[in-house]
């Protein structure tokens, strides 16, 4: 089961509309599917199911049986049709479930408004029936194709299940107005899955073979695990869109969806865009869950394999960043105001219609409680934005092949809480002393983004009140196992470290380190490296 932490009440959280009306590298949308999701009014559609269709719902919940649908008096004989939902909204036929239809899988080439396949959604989890709506419009505001989302009043046979979030499906006709080319191949997630799942392939000229070979869904993989970075780099430049990455995972982490793909590795689709050199694109699912934590991060070390690997390396951590400036516009509250306002024009009436001005008044007061959450959002991400670290800028070396440290740059760690590490006043010195629990583990430390070759750490250390029988001090880089210890007790003198960078680029994090059960380190910031080789 993958359930979060941070589950909150859907009524208290909500989503946008936005005036957007085109896909970043798709072809127009027609003026009439335009319409159906932007300024008709909300549909009226009851599906009848048979006696034989009820069985095979409640028997086989995930396989498609066949229903009509009536739609403000048309009819759409022979829809295929099936139940949806994953551990949170899943619902059987008879309580008040969430269906995909498909208009093509009985009578091919039939569109339903321009769909071959779309959803029908009970919004068990968000009660203001506007969190898919907003999402889907600020993804495509900020340039990422997500499905257009709108609502409609159900009926199955004789039961008014009322309102209903309903949502284009992802398909060929789908991948024809999002990309200039659709024949490539669009993998659905599943359900708390990454890339190295067998994941469900939809579309694309693998999809009719009974075991596809998913060759391209390894390659991304490959790659993710490649353990020589620079390897790793080039290889993830080459078949991902890291561009369209950097908007895809800002936008679901500052909609606070923490039940994405960047944060938990569901609720996504890949596509493998045959017009960009076969390079795969992230696109946006499952949204019924935002803006819950107001607080929630936008920075860190991301669970989910392509970010993970991808945000090892400085000048993509400086890009996410620069994108997520660029990005936090989108949530200004002039815009994301006339976006709860285009939503409830087409919303509000639907809820008057089904249960008057109650139903209309409380929708009314979610999207006030929306626009006041997402106001919060936009000062979180300010002050988020602003705790950034910045990532490091390449050190300078001399015609010597010598760098010399910024003094100012050390900051402090520490594994035991009573160790004493503080920047001394007289002469600038860092210290590490041992405290209390007579147990001290705490080191100094520097970040420096360097190129690939070899180098020496010199820097000058001095050890006070050592007894012997610990490891003392030591040099090192995080997250190698070779260090340079000096154990004992001496005066100042110029200790070294020598160490090796694969990458082309890559930050390192040197460590001027004390373990002991006495005494005291202490070190000179005045440090420099030297380039070996």
């Given amino acids: 089961m993958c359930f979060h932490p941070r589950l909150v009440s859907a009524f208290l959280t909500l989503v946008v ?3 957007f009306t085109g896909f970043a590298s798709g072809q127009s949308i027609p003026p009439a599917f335009s319409a159906y999701f932007t300024t008709d009014p909300v549909p009226e559609i ?17 396989e498609f049986t066949v229903c009509n649908l009536t739609e403000n008096g048309k009819v759409w004989p022979d829809m295929a049709i099936k139940l949806k939902g994953a551990a949170g909204s899943f619902r059987g036929i008879d309580d008040r479930p969430a269906l995909t239809l498909n208009a093509a899988r009985l009578v091919k080439g039939r569109e339903f408004h321009g769909m071959r396949k779309f959803h029908l959604n009970n919004s068990v989890q968000d009660g203001t029936f506007l969190h898919e709506f907003i999402g889907s419009e600020l993804f495509r505001q900020a340039g990422c194709p ?6 409609a009043r159900l009926k199955i046979n004789d039961r008014d299940m009322g309102l209903y979030v309903l949502k284009e499906g ?3 006709t789908f991948l024809g ?15 708390c899955q990454d890339l190295d799942a067998a994941l469900e392939l939809d579309e694309g000229p693998d999809a009719k073979e009974a075991n596809p070979p998913r060759k391209d869904l390894q ?6 695990r490649e353990q020589d970075t620079s390897k790793r780099k080039a290889a993830l430049e080459k078949l991902v869109d890291l561009d369209a990455l950097y908007t895809f995972m800002a936008i679901e982490l500052m909609l606070c969806h923490w039940d994405g793909y960047t944060g938990n590795r569901n609720n996504y689709r890949v596509y493998f865009d045959p017009a960009n050199a076969g390079k795969m694109r992230f696109l946006p699912h499952g949204m019924d869950q935002l803006l819950g934590d107001m607080n929630f991060p936008i920075w860190g070390d991301p669970p989910a394999m392509v970010p993970a690997a991808i945000m090892k390396f400085p000048e993509t951590r400086r890009a996410y960043r620069e994108r997520l400036i660029k990005l936090r516009p989108l949530f200004d509250e002039k815009n994301t105001a006339a976006i709860i306002d285009k939503a409830m024009a087409r919303l509000g009436p639907a809820a008057k219609a089904q249960g008057g001005e109650n139903l209309l008044r409380q929708h009314t007061e979610l999207a006030q409680q929306m626009k006041n959450r997402l106001k919060e959002r936009a000062t979180s991400l300010n002050r988020l934005i602003k705790e950034i670290p910045q990532p490091p800028d390449p050190l300078g070396f001399d015609a010597a092949g010598v760098a010399r440290l910024n003094p100012g740059n050390w900051f402090p760690q520490k594994v035991t809480e009573d160790a004493r590490i503080v920047r001394l006043e007289s002469g600038g010195f860092l210290e590490i002393a041992v405290g209390p629990s007579k147990d001290c583990i705490a080191s100094w430390r520097n970040k420096v983004l360097l190129t690939k070759g070899t180098y020496r750490l010199e820097m000058r250390l001095k050890v006070e009140g050592f007894t012997g029988g610990e490891d003392g001090s030591a040099l090192r880089v995080s997250g190698s196992r070779d260090s340079t210890k000096t154990a004992g007790n001496f005066d100042w003198k110029t200790v070294t470290h020598e160490f090796t960078v694969a990458a082309d680029s890559q930050e390192i994090v040197l460590v001027a380190e004390y373990r002991s059960n006495a005494g005291r380190l202490l070190i000179d910031p005045q440090a420099r490296i030297v380039r070996v080789k």
């Fill in 17 to 19: 509309v936005t005036n």
């Fill in 46 to 62: 009851k599906i009848t199911l048979s006696e034989a269709s009820l069985k095979a719902l409640r028997e086989k919940q995930r």
């Fill in 146 to 151: 997500a499905v257009r989302v709108g609502w």
């Fill in 170 to 172: 992802f398909d060929q």
């Fill in 177 to 191: 107005r999002s990309f200039a080319n659709p024949k490539g191949n669009l993998y659905d997630g599943g359900f």
């Fill in 219 to 224: 390659a991304v993989v490959a790659a993710c």
